[in-house]
């Protein structure tokens, strides 16, 4: 029975280059939320998707962008990296939107950028 | 946007006494508030939450209890052991939503 899984678990970046990250759902469930979480921070909510569809999006600028397949997996993008989107990516699954749906972390990818 | 806040951030108890972390939300339609421990380097685990329409519930040694009115919830942890040492979140449901505000966080040490 796995969990939610990430890929990959660290990275190295410099200052510009571009970033994508990847997800995979518990089976079954269909929608996908992207968090970023700075050393010593709680978890800062990023995207939602949900049936291949974004549904919601946080205080985040257009160099970050998500999608979702048709198989509920999900990447995350990251253009033109700045020292400042240094932090560890969680991905989270659940069955379904509404509030008291669970939502399960992966263990995150631990993005450094120099 | 919710805003969450959480305190204190730091709580040191002696092995077996009681621990209690006290959130305030601030967005009327969060609905869910789940709490989550961190142990260092590995992903936010799930530990109990609580819904709109209970003001409390239990599993085993901890409790969350909810004040929608004051617009607070908190994590009670009994009988503390070395191995509740962790960083706990609580977090709020944004507009009814799973997605999740959380607070900063706040890092409980249990002393043998």
């Known amino acids: 029975d796995a969990g939610v899984t990430q890929s990959p678990t660290h990275l190295i970046k410099t200052r510009g280059q571009h970033v994508t990250l990847r997800c995979s759902p518990i089976?079954?469930?269909?929608?996908v939320s992207w968090y970023q979480q700075v050393l010593g921070q709680g978890p800062q909510f990023i995207f939602q998707?949900?049936?291949?569809?974004?549904?919601g999006r946080g205080n985040f600028p257009d160099r970050f962008s998500a999608r979702q397949f048709p198989n509920y997996s999900s990447e995350l993008n990251v253009n033109a990296l700045l020292l400042g989107d240094s932090a560890l990516y969680l991905c989270?699954?659940?069955?379904?939107?509404?509030?008291?749906?669970?939502?399960?972390f992966g263990p995150g990818t631990r993005l450094t950028v120099t | 946007g919710e805003n969450v806040e959480q305190h204190p951030s730091t709580l040191s108890v002696q092995e077996g006494d009681s621990a209690v972390i006290k959130c305030t939300y601030s967005d009327s339609a969060s609905n869910y508030f789940p709490w989550y421990k961190q142990e260092l380097g590995k992903r936010p685990q799930l530990i109990i939450d609580?819904?709109?329409?209970?003001g409390e519930k239990k599993d085993q040694r901890i409790a969350v209890t909810l004040n929608k009115t004051a617009k607070h919830f908190s994590l009670h942890i009994t009988e503390t052991q070395p191995e509740d040492s962790a960083v706990y979140f609580c977090?709020?449901?944004?507009?009814?939503?799973?997605?999740?505000?959380f607070g900063k966080g706040n890092q409980v040490v249990v002393i043998p």
């Open positions: 977090a709020a449901s944004i507009r009814g939503n799973n997605r999740l505000a």
């Open positions: 989270a699954s659940s069955w379904g939107l509404a509030g008291g749906n669970e939502q399960y």
């Open positions: 609580i819904r709109s329409n209970v």
């Open positions: 089976s079954g469930h269909k929608s």
């Open positions: 998707y949900y049936e291949k569809e974004e549904r």
